[in-house]
């Protein structure tokens, strides 16, 4: 198995904010590019959906999913509030191509964590 994770700080802990878009990787991205992200989600005090997951959110929990990217900036997350005030932070985060992800799917869904220790960071 070769995956590249190409999230710089796999393990730091980034606070998103509500209908803005907040880098999770300093790499820039390939426009016209498919990545599958998937980043460990607590959410307290609301909650949330998370543009391109399916489902709301309103504790800890594990999301992943597909993003297509139209523009070469680092890769960013944003959320919409549902109810609440919510507090939301995401940590433990793989960004990799969706080639990879695909060549690689049933080892990466069963490992459901990932940090910079456990794959190639970029």
């Known amino acids: 198995m070769m995956v590249t994770n190409l999230c710089t700080s796999p393990s730091s802990t980034i606070t998103l904010k509500a209908d ?13 590019a ?31 999913y597909k993003m297509i990217i139209n523009n070469s900036h680092p890769i960013s997350m944003s959320y919409h ?11 433990n985060m793989l960004i990799c191509t969706w080639d990879e992800y695909q ?7 069963s490992i459901k964590y990932f940090n910079g220790d456990t794959m190639p960071r970029a």
């Open 103 to 109: 060549a690689n799917k049933t080892l990466l869904d």
């Open 81 to 91: 509030v549902k109810s609440g005030s919510p507090t939301v932070t995401v940590t």
């Open 34 to 64: 498919t990545y599958q992200i998937s980043v460990e989600v607590n959410v307290t005090g609301g909650t949330i959906s998370i543009i391109g997951a399916d489902g709301d959110i309103n504790a800890r929990q594990r999301v992943s």
């Open 20 to 32: 803005k878009w907040v880098n999770i990787t300093t790499l820039p991205s390939v426009n016209g």
